[in-house]
């Protein structure tokens, strides 16, 4: 079994922290983007592969290493939908940051301002929302908190308006598979 991905990657993260959770014995080959344009069809990292089994996104792969360790992967259709929240946010900010990296000035037309705004509208939604449960074994909260230190990591978003979310990824850090899977 081999997990594909780059130790920056909140995505990456969020897959090998399930890997600890679960202690499924995988190998993990670190990937750039030039080798997952390479290797993947999405040109994107994570990938995975298990014998005939290849899979190219981090939920799927989450999905997969929980259910081969007989533990479920977000039931609850509105905690799924939190996290599909996540996820759109995660990908807005990432290609947001990929895109200045590219040096291209890339200005401030209506999409991208509506990419900034959409980020804004989804954290204040998750602001409000129910996130009381444990973290552990939580892939919503988890990847929620991927998320989070990621913006911070990278120096992207200021989480002082929202006091519930940063509370949370204060918390993360007193759980060690977290914290021993940060980008630094
Ligand atoms: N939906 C994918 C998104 C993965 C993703 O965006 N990965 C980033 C790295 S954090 C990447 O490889 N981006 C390369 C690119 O967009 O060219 C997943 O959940 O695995």
Redesign the pocket.
Known sequence: MKLFG?Y?????RHCRIVLLETGVDCEFVETD?KG??KLSA??????FEDGEISL????S?VRYLREKSNQGFLIAPKEYDLYCMV?TI??TT??LF?LDKTGQDAGNNSYLRKQRSRIKSSLTQLEQADLSANLIGNDLLLRLVCFLAWTQFRDLLDLRDYPKLTRLLKQASSYDNFTSTHPA
């Open positions: 780059s920056t990657s909140p995505y990456v983007m997952a344009a999405t040109q994107r990292v994570p990938f190219t996104d981090s939920s792969i996820n995660l990908d990432i290609n990929l």
